[in-house]
């Protein structure tokens, strides 16, 4: 990785749920030198706002962000009664790891008004990674609907056709449905990361043993953080955790990792059973505009490798 020229790195603002997989995706964007991360937003999600500010704080420090500005953003979901996911991210949301107090708190502006006033202030030059639910998101863009035209692109973590919550629905979506409507039919450019791609990431054993070989504070963090996540995966009979959040940084790091698709996608809002679903036209017969990239393979093994080789750069 040190090797490789580098161009102009990508500039993104990650809106996040910390959560066992965003501390990874931050701990990503925050080495690898591909990756300029402008700020850090955080949304309720996995556990509540206090916690998932809490972590994304912690995990910024121990990455070394002291300069990256964190911004607390939506505590609840634009319309549905809060859900959480603390039965596979643990009661702090981050498992069992203890991390040190952070020294730093977040700013005192809105995450809303961070991801306005940064994109309206910016180039067009800002990808915006969302992770957890998109409520932040879907917010920023009613209440300055000029920032559609200022957003380079939105790599979202999210949907899938199948559901990780309930059968239907993957757990950002089905956390803030109406806001993943918003956000997905808002025009902007989208890329969905969802769970058929991020199912390809699996952190199996010898994944955990090319990480343990790094021997680092890092890559011992990310073994505990995947120690803990991998429990529920193993129960659902998977070989080991699906680390989705980091694959949105991947994809901005090195799209060429992935394959996609511009398909029709809409979200589901009112069904009893298939609230939060994403509904792929994977065959075009709505005829309906397609509206986002889909991806749909990750090469699996540069994918670990990125990952592996910018978890170096904390030696
Ligand atoms: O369904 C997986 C997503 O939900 C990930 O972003 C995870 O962190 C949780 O937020
Ligand atoms: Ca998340």
């Given amino acids: 990785?040190?090797?490789?020229?580098?161009?102009?790195?990508?500039?993104?603002?990650?809106?996040?749920?910390?959560?066992?997989?965003?501390?990874?995706?931050?701990?990503?964007?925050?080495?690898?030198?591909?990756?300029?991360?402008?700020?850090?937003?955080?949304?309720?999600?996995?556990?509540?706002?206090?916690?998932?500010?809490?972590?994304?704080?912690?995990?910024?420090?121990?990455?070394?962000?002291?300069?990256?500005?964190?911004?607390?953003g939506a505590d609840r979901p634009l319309l549905r009664e809060p859900v959480a996911a603390d039965y596979v991210h643990g009661e702090s949301g981050i498992g069992g790891v203890v991390?040190?107090?952070?020294?730093?708190?977040?700013?005192?502006?809105?995450?809303?008004?961070?991801?306005?006033?940064?994109?309206?202030?910016?180039?067009?030059?800002?990808?915006?990674?969302?992770?957890?639910?998109?409520?932040?998101i879907a917010l920023a863009?009613?209440?300055?609907?000029?920032i559609l035209s200022k957003i380079q692109e939105i790599v979202i973590m999210g949907g899938g056709t199948f559901g990780n919550i309930t059968p239907s629905a993957e757990f950002n979506f089905y956390a803030d449905a109406e806001a993943a409507r918003v956000v997905l039919a808002s025009g902007a450019p989208i890329t969905m990361i969802g769970l058929d791609?991020?199912?390809?990431?699996?952190?199996?054993?010898?994944?955990?043993?090319?990480?343990?070989?790094?021997?680092?504070?890092?890559?011992?963090?990310?073994?505990?953080l995947l120690g803990f996540y991998e429990v529920i995966y193993k129960e659902r009979g998977l070989p080991g955790a699906a680390v989705h959040d980091p694959c949105c940084v991947a994809y901005c790091i090195d799209p060429t990792l992935f394959t996609t698709k511009l398909l029709r996608v809409d979200i589901e809002t009112r069904g009893e059973l298939s609230y939060g679903m994403s509904v792929i036209d994977t065959y075009g017969v709505t005829g309906k505009q397609p509206n986002v990239r889909?991806?749909?393979?990750?090469?699996?093994?540069?994918?670990?490798?990125?990952?592996?080789?910018?978890?170096?750069?904390?030696?």
Avoid at 141 to 146: A, I, N, V
Avoid at 300 to 313: A, I, N
């Fill in 99 to 136: 991390l040190p107090d952070p020294v730093k708190a977040s700013i005192n502006r809105h995450a809303v008004d961070f991801l306005i006033d940064t994109l309206m202030e910016s180039d067009g030059d800002i990808t915006l990674v969302p992770i957890g639910p998109l409520t932040n």
């Fill in 294 to 315: 889909v991806a749909l393979t990750l090469d699996h093994e540069r994918f670990w490798s990125m990952l592996t080789d910018t978890m170096k750069e904390y030696a």
């Fill in 141 to 146: 863009m009613r209440k300055e609907p000029r």
């Fill in 1 to 72: 990785m040190a090797n490789q020229a580098i161009t102009a790195k990508r500039k993104i603002i990650l809106d996040c749920d910390p959560g066992l997989d965003d501390a990874i995706a931050i701990l990503l964007a925050a080495r690898n030198p591909h990756i300029e991360l402008v700020g850090v937003t955080i949304v309720a999600g996995n556990v509540g706002l206090d916690k998932t500010t809490l972590n994304a704080l912690k995990v910024c420090e121990l990455a070394g962000l002291t300069h990256v500005p964190v911004a607390r």
């Fill in 197 to 224: 791609l991020t199912h390809q990431a699996v952190a199996t054993e010898a994944v955990k043993e090319r990480i343990a070989s790094l021997d680092n504070h890092i890559s011992r963090f990310i073994l505990e």
